[in-house]
């Protein structure tokens, strides 16, 4: 069977980070999963590159659109290719097969009545590209809180309105059609509570792409953008998608919108829509504007992308929010992938080796080979479900399982055994931690691939992994007789401090790469030279009065705008004493909350505490401030520990 499924086309105003490999990598196991059971998998993933926001973005980058939108655009598909995610398709919204698509769709509907020319004046949110209804000038954004901007337009409209009943129907009669059921619900009652017709040209915006009817008219971002499923796949029998994956903000524009404009243009709607959680850091939603992000590929390099695949699926309930931290990530990983799964099979094999020469006997233990079925079937069952979670579970207590077993039999006393049944029950043993293993292989590769597959080869098998298919997860004694292959640790174990300060320093590298891609260059900061303004020098002092501040090199863990102040960061700031210290620094103008994080700076420690803003700020932060320019941090280009004195 064919499976077409899609990530969102991400908008190219930001970098890639950690959210966006959530959804990616979650489509990528969801792909891993439909190629086991057999199904012609095409996944399609993109940019979204048209809109006022782009527009903006690229101009505050000092770039055309289109150069940023390449950048950007470049970003994403290199990281889905470091990260050895493999896609299918790669829309991006300003290709022009995509164009082609938008425009064909729009005369579509068009002809049959449902698009009218009408008029508009209300309140645009332009970070989410959407009016905002019963909003007045001056009102926020109820969804993102940022300033509305009031705008008068003669727009093309779709008659949204004319599909509520449409809609709401094929929910019932499509159950599954938006999942988790707490979002289809939302969806309900939101089109019960009647729809509006919506705009879908803007005639004040360049960046987009023109209404064929009338060529100074560009469309609505999400018009543009939903349709790129399709455009991706335009030249193939893939359409409908059997699955949209998205994050839960955008689901109603996939679950209303979207079906309605397929309806109306009398074209096949997509199978189901799943939408997941927010990723958060310390439960706040990661993002730009936060300041929190955090990305995959530091975490990658420093413990390879599938402990991030892992941790995501197996921490999170898919369709729920959950937290990252890096805590929690090593602590599943040391206890779960090192200690667990790579501990079983060097464990299995060493024994595979020093008893039986290397070569895997023949054998089976009926109760285990029972748990398996179990464990297998209940495996299959989730991931069909998208509960991910509950899959690796499944597996996990097939693994400790078997860990039982193996201490039951004790293999190491069977092999020293004079019994002349002990040799026969050590092959047993052997055979069933083996086929164990060569069953977890094939039911985890769609979320481990990469160390399934290392696993594979040590099991010497020599079929590739990727070419199993659900009939090899029976039980089986295929591997009797099998040489096995070099053992090497699949999962080495890592420490906790020394991998989190790695990972954090990398972190600053990639996001001052990303800085410099979106065009917001450090020059902008630091290289505001003297200009002449050099201050005359301060009355000397004695060494003793110097050596009474204590400096300290700290680094940045968070860091947040002041409410009501444009000025005043609220930072978390390490300098290796137990708790962060909280510094409230007035260098919002030079410095955005997400430049901070993790990087690394000089603090005055022994200052007495200030109230700013009713917030204790316990330190100073030292900067150059020169006479009418934004101040520019100290800092260290070569890699100090936080916690270090200046002397
Ligand atoms: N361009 C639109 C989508 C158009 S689809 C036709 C868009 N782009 S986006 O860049 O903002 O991407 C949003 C998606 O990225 C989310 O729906 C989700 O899939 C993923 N995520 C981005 N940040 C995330 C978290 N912090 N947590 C979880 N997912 C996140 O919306």
Not at 340 to 351: A, D, E, P, Q
Not at 382 to 401: D, I, M, P, R
Not at 438 to 464: D, F, H, Y
Request: charged share 25%.
């Amino acid at each position: 069977m064919k499976f077409y499924l899609t990530t969102p086309l991400y908008y190219v105003n930001a970098a890639p980070h950690i959210g966006h490999t959530y959804t990616t990598l979650a489509a990528d196991a969801i792909k891993r999963f439909h190629i086991l059971k057999g199904d012609q998998v095409f996944l399609t993933t993109g940019t979204d590159e048209h809109g006022q926001k782009v527009e903006r973005s690229a101009a505050a980058a000092g770039k055309s659109p289109e150069a940023f939108s390449d950048a950007v655009a470049g970003e994403f598909r290199r990281q889905w290719d470091t990260l050895g995610i493999p896609y299918d398709a790669f829309i991006r919204t300003t290709d022009p097969k995509h164009h082609k698509t938008v425009q064909w769709l729009f005369q579509r509907c068009m002809d049959n009545g449902y698009i009218y020319k009408g008029s508009y004046t209300g309140q645009y949110c332009v970070f989410d590209e959407l009016y905002v209804n019963d909003a007045k000038p001056g009102d926020n954004c109820p969804d993102c809180g940022r300033p509305t901007e009031t705008v008068t337009e003669e727009n093309y409209f779709f008659k949204l309105s004319a599909f509520a009943d449409r809609l709401l129907a094929h929910y019932e009669q499509n159950p599954k059609f938006i999942q988790p059921d707490t979002k289809r619900n939302e969806v309900l009652s939101f089109v019960r509570g009647g729809l509006n017709d919506l705009s879908i040209s803007r005639s004040n915006l360049r960046w987009g792409i023109p209404l064929p009817v009338e060529g100074h008219h560009v469309f609505y971002v999400w018009f543009d953008a939903l349709i790129g499923y399709m455009s991706a796949v335009s030249d193939t029998d893939l359409w409908p998608a059997d699955l949209h994956l998205v994050g839960k903000e955008i689901v109603r524009f996939h679950a209303i919108f979207w079906p309605a404009f397929l309806m109306a243009a009398e074209l096949p709607l997509p199978k189901q829509i799943f939408a997941h959680g927010w990723l958060l850091f310390e439960n706040d939603k990661m993002s730009k504007s936060r300041g929190n992000i955090v990305r995959a590929e530091p975490i990658r390099e420093v413990m390879g992308f599938d402990a991030l695949r892992y941790f995501l699926l197996r921490e999170i309930v898919f369709g729920q929010d959950g937290s990252f931290s890096y805590d929690a990530l090593i602590g599943r990983y040391n206890s779960e992938l090192a200690n667990g799964l790579g501990n079983l099979v060097s464990r299995t094999l060493t024994m595979v080796n020093q008893y039986r020469g290397g070569i895997i006997p023949a054998g089976s233990d009926p109760a285990i080979a029972a748990k398996a079925a179990q464990a297998t079937k209940a495996a299959l069952d989730h991931y069909e479900a998208f509960e991910f979670s509950k899959a690796l579970e499944s597996v996990w207590q097939l693994l400790s399982a078997v860990d039982g077993f193996i201490v039951e039999q004790a293999p190491w006393k069977l092999a020293r055994s004079e019994d002349p049944g002990a040799a026969e029950q050590l092959n047993n043993t052997l055979a069933t931690a083996a086929e164990t293993l060569r069953v977890a292989c094939v039911i985890l590769s769609p979320v481990l691939p990469e160390s399934t597959a290392k696993i594979w080869a040590q099991l010497g098998m020599t079929s590739p992994l990727g070419a199993t298919r659900v009939a090899d997860l029976a039980w089986g004694s295929t591997l009797s007789g099998q040489k096995i292959g070099d053992i090497s640790g699949v999962f080495p174990r890592i420490d906790l401090k020394e991998a989190v300060g790695k990972m954090r320093l990398l972190e600053e590298k990639v996001s001052a790469e990303q800085r410099l891609l979106l065009g917001k260059p450090e020059e902008e900061i630091s290289a505001n030279p003297a200009s002449g303004q050099v201050q005359p020098p301060s009355p000397k002092i004695a060494f003793e009065d110097f050596a009474k501040v204590d400096l300290r090199v700290g680094m940045v863990l968070s860091a947040e705008r002041v409410k009501g102040s444009d000025k005043l960061l609220h930072l978390k700031v390490d300098i290796a004493e137990p708790e962060p210290r909280t510094i409230v620094a007035g260098i919002a103008l030079a410095y955005t909350p997400e430049q901070l994080l993790g990087r690394r700076v000089i603090i005055v420690a022994n200052l007495e505490p200030r109230k700013l803003r009713g917030i204790q700020s316990d330190g100073m932060i030292v900067a150059a401030s020169l006479e009418g320019e934004t101040p520019v941090l100290a800092g260290f280009t070569e890699d100090v520990p936080a916690g270090a004195r200046l002397k």
